[in-house]
């Protein structure tokens, strides 16, 4: 045990120290100044990002997780192989491949990158969404049956609190992938800090990659830290999993 | 038997190494840029080599100044490069509007970077702005001294459509702006892929757009080009680049190449960019019957 310890300090300090000393190269080589120096250019740019981002990984969330409780429901439990297919076949096309693909039918710009992040996140909220719904134990709906409870009521007293840790794990999963990949955004001219990831990439800049790519990576992190609050404030006590530290 | 086991090892390795030379032993890679102009160019010198017993290796579709720190470390042999875009982001060096005073002078300079420049040609694929020819009279803009006053008059009005590129190198929109006096404004200018530029511009999404000398989409989206009357965009001529040790290795490529930029001229260019561009055929085979075309390859 006091070996796993040390070993799993060793590695977290080694990572920190990664951390440091790349932020260190990057700020000594003054990577980072175009966020100043075009500090309006980087709020449009984030702000663009950030708007993606929400809207996309709304529409997702409005979608996928109705058709998730839709397909529990023993009524249509016969078409939970359409749905899922449709869903995978979304993860599965290259999210660039839609890009190119949506250009013809919604233009160019923001709404076609809007479409392209929607279809990338509907799988693993509908996935999860279905997985929790079902891990839930029979009994406790019997239980419910037994109690007089109406369907609805059962969906909303025990299914969707008792599923809402693996909902929201999905979300959480979807909304971290659709922030990298709102990147691709550029090329269909929605801009996104992908502008300048693009740019650095084409000009061999690396203070524009850096500038571009470092704040993607800490809306991701920042996301992700908010919905784990999110997850902590809606998941009931009792189901809550104990994350060992 | 332990004997002929042990010469395994070798007969793999004398393998490896026959694998890696071609028939005549002669290797080169070829570099390209990422849009159709540099495309061709690739694959037409490809064929030329190939037939003359090389082995070609190509990298495309790479951003100009990452296929040119490829060339200066040796893992591009030689590329089409343009005059300007060397003399200006490249080098850093003022404008210099004779396109022969031009290409000396980035020979010049490049041979510290061991790179040694050839056969320049008369195709001069300049950056140049457009606009549709409707929006061009509807707002009475002919020059970009015209877009200037417009813009300084009317301050966040205009959307203007680039690619990455254009939209940050010395030569290029931030270059104009400076030299005209005039800024679109930061969210004015909505930068995508070079492929959806002018594809913006015919939909109406921008009101101007980055476009080049060569481009078929000119014509065909009945666009008009906006003079460039404080003349600042500097000839781009394209001429071969190469490696000096390839080079010296090589030394038929300069008459093999030359064959190319002797022929080629900004109207063959344009013509062979609409035939990719806006009918859509594939680049290989656009590249191949051009050359034979010109009696530069044997039909097969």
């Known amino acids: 045990m006091k070996r796993k310890k040390l070993i799993g300090s060793i590695v977290r300090y080694a990572l920190y120290a990664a951390v440091a000393a790349f932020f260190i190269w990057a700020i000594s080589n003054s990577y980072f100044d175009y966020i ?163 740019t650095g990439i084409n000009l061999f800049d690396n203070g524009f990659l850096i500038s571009g790519a470092i704040p993607v990576t800490l809306l991701a992190i920042l996301a992700d830290y908010i919905l784990r609050k999110v997850e902590y404030i809606v998941v009931p006590k009792g189901s809550r999993r104990v994350e060992k530290a | 038997m332990i004997n002929s086991l042990k010469l395994i ?23 390209g840029k990422n849009f159709t102009e540099q495309y061709l160019l690739s694959e037409m010198t490809a064929f030329l080599l190939v037939e003359e017993g090389f082995k070609v290796n190509q990298m495309n579709n790479l951003g100009s100044s990452v296929v040119r720190s490829a060339l200066i470390n040796g893992q591009v042999d ?132 980055v476009a080049f000398e060569t481009d078929a989409t000119i014509r065909s989206y009945d666009l008009v080009v906006l003079e460039d009357d404080e003349r600042f965009f500097p000839p781009y001529r394209i001429a071969v680049t190469i490696n000096e040790e390839v080079f010296e290795e090589y030394p038929e490529i300069e008459e093999i190449t030359a064959r190319l930029a002797d022929r080629l001229d900004s109207n063959i260019m344009r013509e062979l960019n609409y035939l990719v561009d806006i009918e859509g055929q594939s680049v290989s085979v656009v590249a191949y019957d051009w050359l034979v075309e010109s009696g530069l390859l044997e039909e097969e």
């Open chain 1, 36 to 198: 100043f120096s075009q500090s309006d250019t980087f709020l449009v740019l984030l702000r663009q990002h950030v708007v993606l981002v929400l809207v996309s990984s709304l529409l997702a969330i409005l979608i996928a997780v109705p058709a998730g409780i839709l397909i529990t429901r023993p009524k249509f439990k016969k078409a939970e192989w359409v749905f899922s297919n449709i869903a995978n076949l979304g993860q599965t096309i290259p999210s660039l491949a839609v890009l190119a693909l949506m250009i013809s039918i919604l233009g160019i710009g923001f709404q076609t990158a809007v479409f392209a992040l929607f279809i990338y996140s509907i799988l693993p909220i509908f996935r999860n969404t279905v997985a929790g719904i079902d891990s839930i134990d029979k009994n406790m709906i019997d239980a419910a049956k037994g109690m007089g409870m109406k369907p609805h009521q059962i969906l909303f007293r025990i299914e969707l609190p008792n599923s809402a840790y693996s909902i929201l794990a999905g979300i959480r999963t979807a909304v971290v992938l659709n922030i990298g990949t709102a990147a691709l955004a550029y090329v269909v001219g929605a801009g996104g800090l992908g502008v300048w990831i693009f």
């Open chain 2, 78 to 209: 030689m590329m089409w490069e343009y005059t300007g875009t060397a003399l200006i982001t490249y080098m850093g060096e003022e404008s210099i509007s004779d396109p022969e005073a031009a290409f000396d002078r980035v020979k010049e300079l490049d041979s510290e970077n061991n790179i040694h420049w050839m056969n320049m040609s008369e195709v001069n694929n300049t950056y140049a702005l457009a606009m549709t020819s409707e929006r061009s009279e509807e707002l009475g803009i002919t020059s970009i001294s015209d877009l200037a006053d417009y813009i300084n008059d009317n301050p966040g009005e205009l959307t203007m459509a680039a690619d990455a590129e254009f939209a940050n190198r010395s030569d290029g929109l931030p270059g104009v702006e400076e030299t005209y006096g005039f800024s679109f404004g930061s969210g004015q200018v909505k930068q995508m892929d070079l492929g959806l530029t002018q594809r913006s511009l015919d939909n109406e999404q921008v009101d101007v757009s």
């Open chain 2, 9 to 31: 090892p070798l007969l793999v390795i004398a393998l490896i190494l026959s694998a890696c030379s071609g028939v005549t032993g002669k290797e080169v890679t070829v570099g």
